[in-house]
């Protein structure tokens, strides 16, 4: 029996935390959004996100393999990441793209860089992106809510056209708010997006300090500057619409692309914010949180660098 | 009652005091006992006996000259039946002393109270007692009381707060000995001049703190803070922060912001030993885990065998798997039960297989619950991958050697990432590279 003892390093005993709990909340937290997008733009969107969750898994289940690595689809993150492209893909995309856009996330973002943390972009945001590229056309083509599905331009769209002082037909703050707009299946319902975000902050699963950094610089900048005039840009209007919802609460947040540190976190919010609010503003593109984010995920290890916390007791950190 | 600050980080761990209420039983005189030369931080000693010798209680059996030591003393009265090198608790062999009782336990001749004027004998006799810090670390006492010169001492804390689970070591003292608790902070206060005395203790103890303050009120100068309870609160600088709002810079010691800390144990034992002069030869277990019978709370002789001492509490009612020296957060694990108890243990657990195996590790996600937890304001995350790679330009910048190995990061680590044991495995690289670089 002498021998038999299990000696091992201190800690012994281990918090009830886990990767695959944490995965678990964040679909959680995604189901008010996708259900808000199946009932606007009906059973389509639900076959999209079907679609793309599969391509996901299988990527990740069928690369593990090829690369003899040990399989890791139980810890859900490729779910995640399916679910989280589906929502950011508008619902009338032909599926066999989702299906492309689920594999370029998975086998090129994700596992190619090591798998799962070791990414250094959203995998479903450069599919996203990767997509919006490959077939532009099938990528605009918005529809608007309801049975009678008309072809139709986003919110964010008709501010750019109402900005410049052209005619243009601007959604009211209840419409985005609850999401009966035109627009990506899991973007447009605000509200749907705040209850998934209130609950992850709730389960501790991410912190305020990004979505609040994100979303507050949007506000100011599009306030200052998003109006014919200084001062008179509709911030409302630019925080409601978009993937401005859906991005700070569940893509800047992403642990893997996001910083460590508090301090770190709240560069990343802001840098995304003024970013996503130049993109709006000043390129010819509606929309910039995609990019916004994607760029912030970049600097992220120059961040975390820059942003080492001193010790407890107040020793200068080394930069 | 004060309540000062309180530490960033931390986690909570479940408490498991399963043995608060359980009186401290003494526990019956081993047929051997086995002393090991080395139960401090610092130089061992020299055993001061052979084989053949007769010994009675309290004589002494290893010193040195040393200076960062304490000597140690015989728990029995019988023959020393060998000297030799014997497993000791880290897993290492160290030179040990073990000696057949008589049943007799007669008391050495030179046992009586010490005699102190000054500063200086006062520390002198409490190195030898044998003192060492009773919390856990084992630092010589005498060390403790003995300031570098010119650094002002205004403050002495108690160190009640015992934040890890399953231990109730001090919890009992408090209970049991409060007045000598008071006591020995009197002595400490008058030999050392020091006027304000804080005694910590974490709000799951209500009954300690009631039982503390009760006691303190009879003087002044000392007060009970009480602290919230959070792992780990009782790591000598989080205590300190809590109780006076001071940080102890990187590197630097308590003294260095003019405080000593005690452990209550350890200051309940200068009283006794002032008013006997009885070194420092037995010591309050918690023995716990889920492995056993029946925990307790036994007074063990040092050297009894950890074999002893479980059997003595009840025995095992599954297998032992893990047995540790210490709390589950950073107690170590022990090879074989044959091992000593040691002037600093505080507790002996042994858990059975399902609390034993070890989790399996999975990726970091980068969450930061990690760096959220650090008490010290780390990043553990990158010390891990940084020791993995053995990149000891990066461990340095990433301040490697300020972890004080509290177990936070691991404990709530999803991923369940041996963080602590790659920190551990980085301090020794940073180590290595700088004797090879000649610093």
């Known amino acids: 029996m002498e021998n038999k003892l299990i000696v091992s390093s201190s800690p012994h005993i281990r918090g009830k935390a886990s990767t695959q709990r944490i995965m678990l909340d964040v679909i959680i937290a995604l189901l008010p959004a996708a259900i808000f997008g199946i009932y606007f733009f009906g059973l389509k969107a639900a076959l999209v996100i079907l679609v793309t969750v599969i391509s996901c898994v299988a990527s990740e289940y069928l690369t593990r393999v090829i690369l003899k690595r040990e399989p890791t689809i139980s810890d859900l993150s490729a779910v995640v990441t399916g679910v989280l492209l589906a929502l950011n893909l508008p619902p009338t995309i032909p599926l066999w793209m989702a299906a492309v856009g689920g594999v370029v996330a998975i086998v090129i973002v994700k596992q190619l860089f090591g798998g799962l943390g070791q990414n250094f972009m959203n995998p479903a945001l450069v599919a996203r992106v990767f997509l919006l590229n490959a077939f532009a056309k099938q990528m605009t083509t918005f529809i608007t809510p309801g049975p009678d599905a008309i072809s139709s331009a986003t919110p964010l769209f008709q501010m750019k056209e109402f900005v410049k002082g052209n005619e243009a037909n601007l959604s009211g703050y209840w419409d985005l708010f609850v999401g009966n707009i035109s627009g990506c299946i899991g973007e447009t319902s605000v509200i749907a997006l705040l209850i998934g975000g209130i609950y992850l902050l709730f389960r501790r699963v991410i912190t305020l300090d990004i979505p609040v950094a994100f979303i507050g610089s949007v506000a100011l900048i599009t306030w200052i500057f998003g109006g014919q005039t200084s001062f008179t840009g509709d911030w409302i209007y630019h925080v409601l619409s978009g993937g401005l919802m859906i991005g700070a609460f569940f893509m800047a947040t992403d642990y893997a692309t996001s910083p460590v540190t508090f301090k770190g976190r709240i560069i990343m919010g802001i840098g995304c914010g003024v970013l996503t609010a130049v993109i709006r503003l000043y390129t010819s593109s509606p929309e910039g949180v995609s990019y916004a984010i994607l760029l912030m995920n970049i600097c992220v290890p120059l961040i975390d660098r820059y942003t080492v916390p001193k010790s407890f007791g107040g020793e200068k950190a080394i930069a | ?231 780990p609160q009782g790591a000598e600088k989080m205590l300190i922060y809590a109780t006076t709002g001071r940080k102890v810079p990187p590197g630097k010691l308590p003294s260095d912001v003019g405080v000593i800390v005690m452990n209550v144990n350890s200051i309940s034992f200068i009283s006794e030993y002032i008013k006997t002069g009885m070194p420092l030869i037995k010591k309050r277990v918690t023995v716990d885990g889920t492995a056993l019978n029946n925990p307790s709370s036994l007074e063990v002789l040092i050297g009894t065998s950890l074999s002893e001492v479980f059997e003595c509490s009840g025995g095992f009612k599954e297998p032992p798997e893990k047995v540790l020296m210490g ?97 551990r495995l980085g301090k020794s690289q940073v180590k290595k590279a700088s004797v090879k670089g000649g610093k």
């Not at chain 2, 760096?371 to 330009?393: G, R, T």
């Not at chain 2, 004080?404 to 691991?410: A, L, P, T, V």
């Open chain 2, 327 to 423: 709390g589950p957060m950073m107690g170590i694990a022990q090879f074989s039960l044959e091992t000593s108890v040691l002037k600093q243990t505080n507790a002996l657990l042994a858990f059975g297989k399902k609390e034993a195996m070890l989790p399996k590790s999975g990726a970091c996600i980068r969450c930061g619950r990690c760096v959220e937890a650090c008490p010290m304001n780390l990043l553990p995350l990158h010390l891990n991958s940084n020791a993995l790679k053995e990149n000891v330009e990066e461990l340095e910048k990433y301040h490697v050697n300020d972890c004080i190995e509290c177990g936070s990061c691991s404990y709530t680590c999803p991923a369940k990432i041996h963080l602590v044991q790659s920190i």
């Open chain 2, 1 to 231: 009652m004060l309540f000062k600050s309180m530490f960033k980080g931390g986690v909570n761990v479940p408490h498991f005091k399963r043995t608060k209420d359980c009186e401290t039983v003494k526990m019956k005189l081993p047929e051997k006992v086995v002393i090991p030369m080395l139960q401090h931080i610092g130089a061992p000693c020299e055993p001061y006996v052979q084989k053949g010798d007769e010994v009675k209680v309290g004589q002494v059996i290893g010193n040195t000259d040393k200076f960062v030591s304490a000597p140690v003393h015989s728990s029995v009265s019988g023959v020393v039946t060998g000297v030799s090198p014997r497993l000791y608790a880290g897993g290492v062999y160290i030179t040990s002393v073990e000696i057949k009782t008589d049943g007799k336990q007669e008391l050495d001749k030179s046992i009586k109270p010490p005699k102190f004027t000054s500063r200086e004998e006062f520390i002198g006799a409490i190195r030898k007692s044998g003192l060492v810090g009773l919390g856990g670390a084992g630092f010589p006492a005498h060390i403790k009381l003995s300031p570098p010169q010119g650094k002002k001492i205004d403050t002495l804390i108690i160190n009640a707060a015992e934040c890890e689970p399953f231990i109730t070591s001090d919890y009992r003292e408090i209970i049991e000995n409060s007045w000598n608790v008071l006591n020995g902070i009197d002595i400490v206060m008058e030999s050392l001049k020091i006027n304000n005395v804080l005694i910590g203790i974490e709000d799951n103890k209500p009954m300690a703190i009631k039982e503390m303050e009760h006691v303190a009120s009879k003087s002044d100068k000392v007060n009970v803070v009480k602290l919230k309870s959070r792992y």
